[in-house]
């Protein structure tokens, strides 16, 4: 019997231990990373938010609700009329977070994170959308780069306007995707193709100017050669006549110019290996075998 009693004593303060403990561990909260516990006691909501770590000591009859106030994206995809009474089909990615510090509110306001973005962000994106989509004349005018842009800088200031009083805060909105309808699709597809068409025949236009400017090029330096060459010919063509005036003139006025040239050319004659000898009469007053020129009185005629 003595040996029982410190066995019950031990097991009785292992037990009591173990309740302490289980007692202590109501009195600490951990948070985890990137939330906010909101804490509530017989339906009344704690102001102040619990951020991430442990709290210690907090009161055992707290009931919690964790808001998560990491960075998260909303997709939305809506028709959106335009001027033109067409509707396109537009991907919508909205980044946002939850405001921590304003998380009791929420939950006293509105509920969780999830209510609050079902509250309050869907339907808002969705009104801006339709309003955006007046402003816009035509469907086809979603694919400009300056209406994407003008319409996701409304959005996001849109947004961020009414949704940072209600603790959310949007960072960006952007345009994932745009659809028109299918007969714009079609329409505009056909308009490229023309468009391509038109840019072949310009292209091949401007292939034939080149060529035919090529052309002309040539033909302009043909002709300013045969300009030169004509020119070349009457220059040396004025030469020859003035030569040939120039030697009938000598010859007109001396006789004895056409004796020397002939003696010349029968210097020229003796040079030659198969030359023959001519036998002149020294006394004849026109002694040229080879040019029989007649006496002077017919070179005067």
């Known amino acids: ?100 510090s304003m998380a009791p509110r929420i939950l006293e306001e509105t509920g969780d994170a999830v209510a609050t973005v079902q509250v309050h962000l869907i339907p808002k994106l969705r009104s801006l959308l339709l309003e955006q989509g007046k402003s816009i004349k035509r469907a086809e005018d979603f694919f400009k780069e300056e209406t994407q842009a003008t319409l996701q800088l409304a959005l996001t200031e849109g947004l961020r306007d009414y949704l940072s009083p209600k603790g959310i805060i949007v960072t960006a909105v952007l345009i994932r995707d745009i659809t028109l309808p299918p007969f714009i699709v079609e329409a505009i597809e056909k308009k490229k193709e023309r468009e391509q068409a038109v840019e072949r025949e310009r292209a091949e236009l401007e292939r034939v100017r080149t060529e035919l400017q090529q052309e002309v090029a040539r033909a302009e330096a043909g002709r300013a050669a045969a300009e030169e060459e004509a020119a070349r010919m009457r220059i040396l063509a004025d030469a020859q006549a003035y030569e040939i005036t120039q030697i009938n003139n000598a010859i ?50």
């Open 1 to 100: 019997m003595a040996r029982v009693a410190p066995q019950r004593n031990i097991l009785v303060i292992a037990v009591g231990v173990i309740i302490a403990v289980l007692i202590a561990m109501q009195f600490v909260k951990t948070i985890p990373p990137g939330r906010v516990g909101v804490a509530t006691l017989f339906g009344n909501v704690i102001a102040e938010g619990f951020t991430q770590g442990l709290h210690v000591p907090v009161n055992p009859l707290y009931k919690w609700t964790l808001f998560d106030a990491r960075e998260k994206t909303h997709v939305e995809t809506a028709n959106v009329p335009s001027q033109d009474q067409l509707q396109t089909r537009l991907d919508v990615s909205v980044q946002f977070r939850i405001d921590g």
């Open 252 to 301: 007109a006025s001396n006789p004895a110019y056409i004796q020397l040239q002939s003696l010349e050319a029968l210097k020229a004659i003796s040079k030659d290996p198969a030359s023959k000898i001519y036998f002149m009469d020294g006394s004849s007053p026109n002694p040229l075998p080879l040019l029989h020129l007649g006496d002077r009185q017919t070179l005067q005629r």
